[in-house]
T-cell receptor
């Protein structure tokens, strides 16, 4: 089954403790992207990747890092999480268009 | 800067009626526009894509129009059902697909039985 898998689905952690949210797709898509979704602000793009070793900033990249060492994986790294990064995060992948989204990761930073 | 506007308030309609959702954009010339559906706590799911040279696109009970002069897309759901209740997002996009993508904030549709 074609899918985008995110882990973990839920995470409560504390300020400053590094965390990684993994994203994996099994559709051989070149394009992958991370979004955060907050009430009233909608989906905002954090980073995207057009292919292996090619990444670029979206609208809200501050405080986040990404890497694309393999085509199928696109982890989102929060080196020093802060409470304003509490949000619902989505990973997506596509070949051209449209985008296929994961089921989301709800992060709470205390 | 680029701006995408959707009906910010929820839209409530009676079952069986046609729902019409609006997506307006400014400072932008998209080559195509996508519509997605999002259920609470779930990722968006792609519904329809319409290109700039297409005036209208249909898929079952769904219809999308794209007016590049007005910089507007309309999304219609005919014979609406309670199962259509969800948030609908528009995403104007440039060619190629390998670009930064911006979504509208979405319109929450509630179909009342």
């Amino acid at each position: 089954e074609a899918q985008v898998t995110q882990n973990p689905r839920y995470l409560i952690t504390v300020t400053g403790k590094k965390l990684t949210v993994t994203c994996s797709q099994n559709m051989n898509h070149e394009y992958m992207s991370w979004y955060r979704q907050d009430p009233g602000l909608g989906l905002r793009q954090i980073y995207y990747s057009m292919n292996v070793e090619v990444t670029d900033k979206g609208d809200v990249p501050e405080g986040y890092k990404v890497s694309r060492k393999e085509k199928r994986n696109f982890p989102l790294i929060l080196e020093s999480p802060s409470p304003n990064q509490t949000s619902l995060y989505f990973c997506a992948s596509s070949y051209n268009q449209p985008q296929h989204f994961g089921d989301g990761t709800r992060l709470s930073i205390l | 800067s680029q701006k995408i506007e959707q009906n910010s308030e929820a839209l409530n309609i009676q079952e069986g009626k046609t729902a019409t959702l609006t997506c307006n954009y400014t400072n932008y010339s998209p080559a195509y526009l996508q519509w997605y559906r999002q259920d609470p706590g779930r990722g968006p799911v792609f519904l329809l894509l319409i290109r700039e040279n297409e005036k209208e696109k249909r898929k079952e009970r769904l219809k999308v129009t794209f007016d590049t002069t007005l910089k507007q897309s309309l999304f219609h759901i005919t014979a609406s059902q309670p199962a259509d209740s969800a948030t609908y997002l528009c995403a104007p996009s440039k060619l190629g697909g390998y670009q930064k993508v911006t979504f509208g904030t979405g319109t929450k549709l509630q179909v009342i039985p």
